[in-house]
């Protein structure tokens, strides 16, 4: 006999314990992961900076709106700060002056950038060699993300609002009934009028297993590595740095360590990704050009999948093709950053048809985050 919920959510990285957290107030929940234990794929090597000029105009009014949570949590939800300044310079090398003053006029309110001198940026980053730069930028709002912390806060009030959490529960059925959605995961059936679908780079095969047309999400791996720094190097005040391209970064990851990326984005299939030889080495040759660092040995190298549609916004909302279907997918490498204000969002269009005002202020639309909106694989 299947058990009954007011809402099913599936995934329970970042992204699916919020929406998990924010509807099990005042709801039953159900919430299903694949694997055997919770953010085992994206929310788990997230590179974790909060960067609000970071994608396109879309995703930068949800990151704004979500900053109020980072800043102010609910009651209980953690007892330590989920964020820690950082700040970001940005390199340019001569060719770059167009780039470089794109990246300079996003400047605003809440996200200020300015331009700074290139021995500035040698001095905050002494390991940075001076010929490489042109020219440089600081951003003064980035900040470091506490993702485990964030992450195990959703987690913990979903079970303290009485949501049950089932791991090791890959679907392999959906059905939908006359009364809401019926799914079979291993030992696990499950109904509810309410389906939420947050399974990551797999959303358009839950898609396909429901009897509907994926919305064109393309995984993309995204490789990371870390290296050791010098003996007396110093990096806790260091910021982070990447290059006007946004093709490489590093950030410091301890007292000891950068971690370092060429923020690649390879197509893969839906999987546990695992870093490439070739990006690694192309990663470490860059980095050993633009640094006076001699890479000599890696303490740990991984990767994980960031998934986009074809306009790299989010795909949240009802799907008109199904009532009660419900998208949480293509939250690309903003993932962190806007789980709660889409979480929220999520939450408003399945009560009230309808965004939450904050996110409305911020300039977010139900229209541009829509499943089957225009441009994506299947809107027609």
Wanted: hydrophobic share 40%.
């Amino acid at each position: 006999m299947p058990r009954s919920f007011d809402a099913i959510v599936i995934g329970a990285g970042i992204s699916g314990a919020a929406a998990a957290y924010e509807l099990a107030e005042g709801r039953r929940v159900l919430m299903l992961e694949a694997e055997s234990r919770p953010g085992y794929h994206s929310t788990g090597r997230s590179a974790a900076l909060y960067t609000p000029n970071y994608g396109n105009a879309v995703v930068r009014a949800l990151i704004l709106a979500g900053r109020p949570f980072l800043d102010r949590p609910p009651a209980g939800f953690t007892d330590q700060p989920m964020t820690k300044p950082r700040g970001a310079i940005t390199i340019a090398g001569p060719a770059d002056d167009a780039i470089f003053e794109e990246r300079l006029a996003l400047s605003g309110p809440g996200h200020e950038i300015h331009e700074i001198s290139p021995d500035e940026a040698v001095r905050r980053v002494p390991i940075l060699r001076r010929e490489v730069v042109a020219r440089a930028l600081y951003e003064t709002d980035i900040e470091d993300m506490d993702v485990a912390r964030i992450h195990q806060g959703f987690l913990t009030g979903f079970r303290h609002r009485g949501g049950e959490l089932v791991c090791d529960a890959r679907a392999d059925r959906i059905e939908r009934r006359p009364d809401g959605w019926e799914i079979r995961a291993g030992d696990v059936v499950a109904t509810a009028p309410v389906l939420v679908n947050a399974a990551g780079a797999w959303a358009d095969e839950v898609a396909t297993l429901a009897g509907l047309p994926p919305v064109g999400l393309v995984p993309k791996r995204r490789t990371a590595i870390l290296v050791d720094l010098p003996p007396g190097a110093d990096p806790a005040s260091w910021p982070a740095l990447d290059d006007c391209s946004n093709e490489h970064y590093f950030r410091p990851d301890s007292g000891t360590r950068l971690m370092v990326s060429p923020a690649d984005e390879t197509p893969s299939p839906p999987c546990d990704a695992q870093p490439d030889e070739m990006d690694v080495a192309y990663l470490v040759d860059w980095l050993e050009r633009t640094t006076t660092l001699q890479v000599r040995r890696l303490p740990h190298q991984w990767a994980g999948l960031r998934s986009f549609v074809a306009d790299h916004s989010p795909v949240v909302g009802p799907d008109p093709l199904a009532p009660g279907f419900y998208w949480l997918a293509g939250q690309g490498g903003y993932g962190i950053m806007l789980a709660s204000p889409l979480a929220r969002g999520l939450k408003g269009l399945i009560d009230a048809d309808a965004l939450p005002a904050d996110l409305i202020e911020q300039g977010a639309t139900a229209a541009a985050l829509a499943p089957r909106r225009p441009g994506l694989a299947s809107a027609s």
